[in-house]
């Protein structure tokens, strides 16, 4: 079906929907895409490329899961997905999501921490940076123009639901040439930040 909207556009109607989400265990029922990043995605992402070598020759596990729910990658839309990174380290790091500016690069996100102990980092292409602590029932806020990588400090799977303009695309690039300016290492068993 179209729709004649403002401005003498023709856009699908989308009919309204649901999605059932288990909010204790962080689960979304019946996804309809499953992204799934193992240990040999990030080849370049932690100081320690042995431990990660040999993280991959172990059996290569996986890292982090985002169960998402399609609409169109266009703008008006908002794309849902629950975010998994499982717990584990690198070497001394905690395991981490690539992290990414958005590529259409004004445009926000919301993760509402559902289970888990970590930290949300976020930087900008200018130096700033900041570390939000992210826990059960934590909503944290990027604001537009801010990089973001979740990091698992905790013993359990950090899950969090992720809300963000569907147009918004992930710029992978710069963060691969730049890195963050923090790095959360375990020391005397407690997470500290390091730069
Ligand atoms: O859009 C987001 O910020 C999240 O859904 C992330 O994509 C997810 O946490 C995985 O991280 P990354 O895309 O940095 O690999
Ligand atoms: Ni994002």
């Not at 991959?56 to 998994?84: M, N, Q, W």
């Not at 919301?110 to 930087?123: A, D, F, I, N, P």
């Not at 147009?167 to 390091?194: L, M, T």
């Amino acid at each position: 079906m179209t729709l004649a909207a403002e401005g003498g556009l023709a856009r699908e109607l989308m009919m309204p929907w649901g999605v059932d989400i288990d909010l204790a265990e962080g689960a979304m029922a019946q996804p309809d895409r499953v992204l799934t990043r193992r240990a040999s995605a990030m080849a370049g992402y932690y100081r320690d490329a042995a431990a990660l070598d040999a993280l991959i020759r172990a059996g290569d596990p996986v890292h982090y899961e985002v169960f998402e729910k399609t609409v169109p990658e266009a703008y008006g839309h908002l794309l849902l997905c629950v975010s998994k990174l499982y717990p584990g380290k690198v070497g001394d790091e905690y395991f981490f999501t690539k992290g990414h500016y958005h590529t259409v690069s004004g445009t926000a996100e919301t993760y509402l921490c559902l289970r888990g102990q970590g930290l949300m980092l976020m930087k900008t292409a200018s130096g700033l940076c900041e570390a939000a602590p992210m826990c059960r029932g934590r909503l944290v806020y990027v604001p537009p123009h801010w990089a973001h990588r979740s990091v698992n400090t905790g013993g359990e799977p950090l899950i969090s639901l992720c809300v963000y303009p569907a147009d918004a695309g992930h710029n992978y690039g710069d963060i691969e040439s730049e890195g963050f300016p923090q790095r959360i290492v375990e020391s005397q068993g407690k997470a500290v930040i390091c730069t």
